[in-house]
């Protein structure tokens, strides 16, 4: 419910940010891409495309710039982002198309965020326990730091958030989503 009404309101703001991608560069305004859901299925993840084309092609050039340690890559100032790509990335927008994950099941609005399947090929045994639930949109992690976090603080975080679930951990999760995203700290 809250996903529905959520898509309602931004709907307008989704719209301008669509507009301001496709006049940014070339290529799909949304993009989808295979992520790793609960217990390990498959999902076809929505995202605002904050990349130029072809930018998976240049990752291998790019791996030894990685600021982030465990299995996953982030740099703070990819070169592969576009103009716009930048600003949504920081504000978190990119991430607003999962609301049609979420509508569909395949997500929650809170819980561990849906990792690459080559990030999982990776994890040790103890990092696989943040797919036994539902990928969210936003998550505790998410809010404790973001990507300034060490990969095994990250899944101690969701390992947390899996065993210590309630409905009141997940409002105080969203609450603190918004000065997060406002914030901008850790994202990149």
């Known amino acids: 419910a809250l996903a529905t009404l959520l898509t309602t309101m931004l709907s307008p ?58 299995p996953i ?14 600003w949504i990335r920081r504000a978190s927008i990119d991430e607003l198309p999962q609301l049609i994950n979420v509508l569909n099941g395949e997500m929650s609005l809170v819980g561990p965020r849906p990792p690459l399947p ?34 095994d603080e990250m899944v101690m975080l969701d390992i947390y958030y899996i065993e210590n679930w309630s409905l009141g951990l997940d409002f105080k999760i969203f609450l603190r989503t918004i000065p997060a995203v406002l914030s901008g700290r850790g994202a990149y």
């Not at 498959?42 to 990349?51: D, E, F, I, L, Q």
């Not at 994890?123 to 992690?141: F, S």
Request: overall charge positive; some cysteine.
């Open 13 to 70: 703001i989704l719209a301008l940010i669509a507009r301001a991608l496709k006049r940014d560069s070339d290529g799909p305004v949304r993009v989808r891409h295979a992520r790793i859901g609960r217990n390990g299925t498959p999902v076809t993840c929505y995202k605002y495309r904050s990349m130029k084309k072809e930018a998976e092609k240049e990752l291998a050039l790019l791996w030894e710039r990685n600021e982030v340690t465990g």
């Open 73 to 86: 890559f982030k740099i703070r100032d990819d070169p592969r982002m576009t103009r716009v790509g930048k």
């Open 118 to 151: 080559n990030e999982v090929e990776k994890y040790e045994d103890w990092h696989k326990k943040r797919l036994e639930v539902a990928p969210g949109l936003t998550g505790l992690w998410q809010v404790s730091g973001r990507s300034d976090l060490p990969f």
